[in-house]
């Protein structure tokens, strides 16, 4: 049971590069998330998945772009990299159930990523 | 909207020190709420959580009550140590999209 794991681990792109990175989760939870980490800021939304083949905005979804095809993955695309996107990413992942109070969520370990 | 407002940091204390982290919260509804820590280098994990008014988590000898009048979930330890050196936040979660709000995280040193 390897969790929430993210690809790659590390990466520096130059201005106007593309990329996606890839969260994967093997707890058959249905909902996904994408978030950012700056310093002074905590923790801030991209984007969301509720369940396979959905995808919703978060707090700053700005530049981003998200799939959810299989309900174990989610990825989080960077069309034109921008400095301002120089950030650690962090996905994470809960399961859901109906009526009951919302549950912890499960982080990976993190991308640090580097745009120039 | 929802937000969660937490002490600036950064804390620094001598071992077995008294530790309070407060953590006051804005929300339409009842939140559940959490305290995440982030070591060195690594993601976030859960260190405690509470679901309704007067719930009480603990774990590691650290506790937050939820208390509904003050709107706060302040994070208390009796004795710190070395190890618990870490990044700690407070989060809020609704129902529906169950999306977390943090607070901007309070860096804690606790010197031998």
């Known amino acids: 049971n390897a969790g929430v794991t993210q690809t790659p681990k590390f990466r520096v792109l130059k201005t106007g590069q593309s990329m996606t990175l890839l969260c994967a989760q093997d707890?058959?939870?249905?909902?996904m998330y994408w978030y950012r980490q700056d310093p002074g800021m905590g923790l801030r939304l991209i984007h969301y998945s509720v369940g396979e083949g959905t995808t919703a905005k978060g707090e700053v979804p700005d530049g981003y772009n998200v799939s959810r095809l299989k309900k174990q993955n989610f990825l989080l695309g960077l069309e034109s990299a921008a400095p301002s996107q120089t950030s650690v990413y962090f996905c994470?992942?809960?399961?859901?159930?109906?009526?009951?109070?919302?549950?912890?969520?499960?982080f990976g370990p993190g991308t640090r990523l580097t745009v120039t | 909207g929802n937000s969660v407002t937490q002490m600036e940091g950064p804390v620094t204390l001598s071992e077995e020190a008294f530790l309070t982290i407060n953590c006051t919260y804005t929300a339409t509804g009842y939140p559940s709420l959490f305290w995440y820590v982030q070591y060195p280098g690594e993601g976030l994990q859960l260190l405690l959580k509470?679901?309704?008014?007067?719930d009480k988590g603990s774990n590691k000898g650290f506790e937050a009550t939820y208390r509904k009048e003050t709107t706060s979930f302040h994070l208390e330890k009796g004795s710190v140590q070395v190890s618990d050196s870490a990044v700690y936040f407070c989060?809020?979660?609704?129902?529906?999209?169950?999306?977390?709000?943090f607070g901007k995280g309070t860096k804690l040193t606790v010197n031998p």
């Open positions: 707890m058959n939870h249905e909902y």
């Open positions: 989060a809020l979660s609704m129902g529906g999209s169950e999306k977390l709000v």
């Open positions: 994470a992942s809960n399961y859901h159930r109906l009526g009951h109070f919302p549950r912890e969520q499960y």
């Open positions: 509470a679901t309704k008014a007067d």
